[in-house]
Nanobody
Framework: QVLLEESGGGLVQAGGSLRLSCVASGGTFSSYAMGWFRQAPGKEREFVAGIRRSAGITSYVDSVKGRFTISRDNAKNMVYLQMNSLKPEDTAVYYC?????????????????WGQGTQVTVSS
């Protein structure tokens, strides 16, 4: 059983930055692909970014490319999402997810473990 806990959300003005963190406990963190998803009111949960267990390989949804960066620290059981140049349309609850695989899933149903989410609100 893997427990995930996100932090770092908040209210920020458009153009600002936030750094989300997710700490994992239980399991072997270095064996998990990690993903960040988001869900806005009335919308489906959307893949934002993912990183393979060995780091180095990442994937992003087109709308955040060049603005968001995912990274991980296997020694600390942490995954991060650096979000720059934030836009009002980035407003959502952001979730951290884990999957024990060497691949990089991008679909929500492929992930086994989820955090509770952290709210990100970008004002215009």
């Amino acid at each position: 059983q893997v427990l995930l806990e996100e932090s770092g959300g908040g209210l920020v003005q458009a153009g600002g930055s936030l750094r989300l963190s997710c700490v994992a406990s239980g399991g072997t963190f270095s064996s998990y692909a990690m993903g960040w998803f988001r869900q806005a009111p009335g919308k489906e949960r959307e893949f934002v970014a993912g990183i393979r267990r060995s780091a180095g390989i990442t994937s992003y949804v087109d709308s955040v490319k060049g603005r968001f960066t995912i990274s991980r620290d296997n020694a600390k059981n942490m995954v991060y999402l650096q979000m720059n140049s934030l836009k009002p349309e980035d407003t959502a609850v952001y979730y951290c997810a884990a999957k024990p695989t060497g691949l990089l899933p991008i679909l929500a149903y492929e992930y086994d473990y989820w955090g509770q989410g952290t709210q990100v609100t970008v004002s215009s």
